[in-house]
């Protein structure tokens, strides 16, 4: 099936590989023409595990291509998909403005009928808006296309992407009352069904529900993990024995009840805005949210603020992570770019270092920092070292080694990846969270 998949962003490129790797002849569009350039020569523009080998392998195949120009891609294609971001606006709303364009181009540039898949996470009522655009601009050019539009969310994780798209726990899928879109978004799908990954079909407004509900949901299990941590703090408990006590029970489950620094990245602190902004504008309470979102902030400003409070002063600080989690180099609302600046402002000299993020953070980090190669010298003659993604190459640090090396013994570990008593062997002075 001939598809254009347009915003090659995180989402975007990994669905285009993969549509591809599946068989499809897919077009990859983007406004920025040095991420294509790029593309076009088997160079991914992000970091995410396998991406790279799956887009050589397909562009060698011609089974994949990569424009700048959506009307290149149109002529035969069967479904756009649009893959644009959608980041919170000051007010905490979704900014859907990429989104917008994308459905208005579409249906100026259409000369056949296409189905409108929107995979960016929008707000509910978002597939109707852009229907709305739609239908007036091809009103406007005087034709009479069928371009129904459809929700069709992405679940994937950064650092499983590829895993996550190639073999989904479920396909959303929401369509208002086209058969014909359903029975193309059907073979589309084929190479996943027939290996059983389920679709679930329901209306555009449940499936772009579906997306918010979900990530809301799991930020809202971190964020009771946290409170947890501040009780135990206070109480004398262990959080990790806590939940792993509680996520024992199958109705509860481990995953995503670890306490830390609170979640950061591209989705959650987004996607939580953004039902706070739903909240307020439909007058529908999500008390659960709001919690989510405060417990998120408090649990980052309290940490900061121990650090802050142990440090002496014109410290040297290793910052070990800069990405929001590990397997990216995806630095959106990561935990070191409030951190970073609260340290400098504070007269401290700040050392960092991170296995995969350090060029993508070299772009965004203004404040005047020591890029280091490694964790033993971002650690050198330092006060202290901070724990702030819990990459594998820090799980396994020789903690002796790593007391040698500082000047200090203060070992703030933002992910609770160590165990205390390790560290303490070790002669450091451990600060975990809730422990
Ligand atoms: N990143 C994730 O882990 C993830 C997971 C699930 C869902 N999502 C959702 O998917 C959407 C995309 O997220 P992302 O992380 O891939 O964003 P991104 O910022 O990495 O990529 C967006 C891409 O769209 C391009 N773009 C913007 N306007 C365009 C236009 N008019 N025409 C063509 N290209 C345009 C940008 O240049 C960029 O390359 C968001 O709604 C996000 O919430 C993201």
Redesign the pocket.
């Known amino acids: 099936m001939k598809i254009a998949v ?9 669905s285009a590989v993969c549509f591809a790797e599946l068989g499809h002849d897919v077009y990859g ?4 023409e040095e ?1 294509v350039a790029k593309l076009r020569e088997g160079i991914s ?2 970091y995410e595990p396998e991406l790279e080998d799956l887009l050589k392998r397909n562009l060698e195949a011609g089974r994949v291509k990569f424009t ?1 120009n ?1 009307e290149e891609a149109l002529p035969d294609t069967q479904v756009v998909f649009s ?5 919170p606006n000051e007010d905490f709303s ?1 900014d859907l403005k ?2 917008f ?2 459905a208005q ?1 579409v249906a100026k540039y259409a000369d056949h009928d296409i189905v409108f898949v929107n ?4 707000p509910v009522s978002t597939g109707e808006k852009c229907a709305e655009v739609i239908a007036k601009t091809l009103k406007d050019r005087g034709v009479d296309y069928n371009i129904p539009v459809v929700s069709n ?6 650092g499983h ?1 590829i895993n996550d798209t190639m073999a989904p726990d479920r396909i959303v899928v929401g369509i208002n009352g086209s058969d014909w879109a359903k029975k193309v978004m059907e073979e589309l799908y084929v190479p996943l069904t027939r290996t059983s990954k389920p679709i679930v079909w329901m209306s555009r407004e449940s499936s772009e529900i579906v ?1 918010y509900a979900s ?1 809301g949901f799991l930020a809202n299990k971190i964020s009771f993990a946290n409170m947890l941590s501040e009780l135990c703090e206070a109480t004398g408990g262990n959080v990790r024995d806590v939940t792993k006590g509680m996520g024992m029970d199958d109705r509860i489950g481990p995953r995503f009840l670890h306490s830390g620094i609170g979640y950061g ?3 959650f602190p ?2 939580v805005k953004a039902l706070i902004a739903l909240s307020r504008e439909t007058g529908v309470p999500l008390p659960l949210i709001q919690a989510t979102h405060d417990i998120n902030q408090h649990q980052r400003e309290r940490y900061f603020k121990k650090i802050l409070d142990v440090l002496p002063a014109n410290a040297t600080v290793g910052l070990l992570g800069l990405s929001f989690k590990p397997r ?1 180099d ?1 630095m ?1 609302e990561a935990p070191s770019l409030d951190l970073i600046p609260l340290l400098v402002k504070a007269g401290h000299t700040v050392r960092v270092h991170d296995p995969i993020a350090m060029d993508n953070a070299k772009t965004i980090v203004k404040e005047d920092v020591e890029w280091k190669d490694d964790a033993f010298s971002t650690a050198e003659n330092a006060d202290a070292v901070v724990v702030l993604t819990e990459w594998d190459e820090f799980r396994g640090l020789d903690l002796n080694k790593l007391k040698l090396t500082m000047k200090g013994s203060d070992l703030f570990d933002g992910r609770n990846i160590y165990e205390p008593d390790d560290a303490r062997k070790a002669g450091l002075t451990y600060h975990g969270i809730g422990l």
């Open positions: 347009i915003g090659t962003g995180y989402v975007g490129l990994v569009v983007d406004i920025d991420k523009p992000i700048t959506l893959a644009v971001a959608t980041p979704a990429a989104v364009i994308v181009s995979k960016s996470t929008v969310p992405e679940f994937l994780r950064e992407a997306k990530n990245g591209s989705c987004k996607d990216t995806d959106r």
